[in-house]
């Protein structure tokens, strides 16, 4: 299993990202696929998952409404479109999937909302 995250970067606040996640080695359209987060001095922490055929999503409360998360079984690729982006939003982004032998993370992509 391989994740590769990209589209991290610096944004100011009010500003929108997204984050893609590139999968290879497993057979990305039968599992749901992840984001989380790990901002300096503070545990992971879930962000957004969504279901093997893209069809059902679930958000953390505070990306509720800000954050959107979407799939392209076609490309093996995982999105997170983020809008209105906050300094608390400043972290390490993961992409992550658990394919019922283990849990697998990307590298993960810096986020910085700063002004």
């Known amino acids: 299993v391989k994740l590769v995250e990209s589209g991290g970067g610096l944004v100011q606040p009010g500003g929108s990202l997204r984050l893609s996640c590139a999968a290879s080695?497993?057979?990305?359209?039968?599992?749901?696929m992840s984001w989380y987060r790990q901002a300096p001095g503070k545990e992971r922490a879930f962000i957004a998952t969504?279901?093997?055929?893209?069809?059902?999503?679930n958000y953390a409360d505070s990306v509720k409404g800000r954050f959107t998360i979407s799939r392209d079984n076609a490309k093996n690729t995982v999105y997170l479109q983020m809008s209105n982006l906050k300094p608390e939003d400043t972290a390490v982004y993961y992409c992550?999937?658990?394919?019922?032998?283990?849990?697998?993370w990307g590298q993960g992509t810096q986020v910085t909302v700063s002004s």
């Open positions: 969504i279901g093997s055929a893209g069809g059902s999503t």
């Open positions: 080695g497993f057979t990305f359209s039968n599992y749901p």
């Open positions: 992550t999937v658990h394919t019922g032998l283990s849990r697998s």
